[in-house]
């Protein structure tokens, strides 16, 4: 799995859309980036992943940047229920493979 | 939805004891995986199983073992117990190797305390 760097920790408002950015420049052709969230000690959830193309679900949206080094997941409204701790993961996808967990980002919404 | 089952929730044992996790994955979900995470820490992945066999294998512990039964719910045997081995343990489960980019799901762990 290809190495991934994020910030240590981002304060967002309520209300606003918080952008978490995360840097994968070693990322291969066919490893996905893969995010996901824990909310202190209760298990991994899974947010949403991507290819190359943006995608967009019913809790965040997934922007890649072309030439893929990059990318950023954004929480559109964030509330106060969205304080976690939230990792960027690239792999392969599919098969059996393990994830590699990071340091993640600390998200911290502010009332 | 259904999600991954974990149980205990918790456990509490003695140095040198042995203790028996157990993990029923998503209904379909023919893949499961076991992740530590000690305090402080985050996620650490251990061993996984699809259709019953081994398929990838991290800092899994001589001292544990694991394994995939028939109704593809796992169990993760830890012997030996050392103060260390204290964490959470979280049992992941998703659709297998037949299928592309299926996301790990988890469950709500147990936490394993050693005294």
């Known amino acids: 799995d290809a190495k991934t760097t994020q910030p240590t920790s981002m304060d967002c408002a309520e209300g606003r859309a918080a952008n978490l950015p995360c840097n994968h420049s070693t990322i291969s052709g066919n490893e996905y980036v893969y995010w996901y969230r824990q909310i202190h000690s209760q298990g991994p959830q899974y947010i949403i992943h991507g290819l190359k193309n943006n995608e967009t679900n019913e809790m965040a949206s997934l922007i890649i940047t072309e030439d893929r080094k990059s990318s950023t997941l954004i929480l559109p409204h964030a509330t106060l229920r969205d304080t976690a701790v939230y990792y960027c993961i690239s792999n392969l996808g599919g098969g059996a493979d393990g994830l590699t967990f990071g340091k993640g980002t600390h998200l911290i919404i502010q009332p | 939805a259904a999600g991954v089952i974990q149980s205990p929730r918790h456990l509490i044992k003695e140095k040198r004891e042995t203790a028996t996790l157990k993990c029923y994955p998503i209904p379909r979900h023919d893949t499961v995986y076991w992740y530590q995470q000690g305090p402080g820490q985050d996620p650490q992945f251990l061993i996984s199983f699809y259709e019953k066999m081994q398929s990838d294998k991290g800092s899994i512990p001589d001292r544990f073992s694991a394994q995939q039964f028939s109704d593809y719910h796992s169990e993760l045997n830890m012997s030996s117990l050392e103060l260390g081995d204290s964490a959470l343990y979280f049992c992941?489960?998703?659709?297998?190797?037949?299928?592309?980019?299926?996301?790990?799901?988890f469950g709500d762990g147990t936490r394993l305390s050693i005294l």
């Open positions: 992941a489960s998703s659709l297998g190797a037949g299928f592309s980019n299926q996301p790990q799901h």
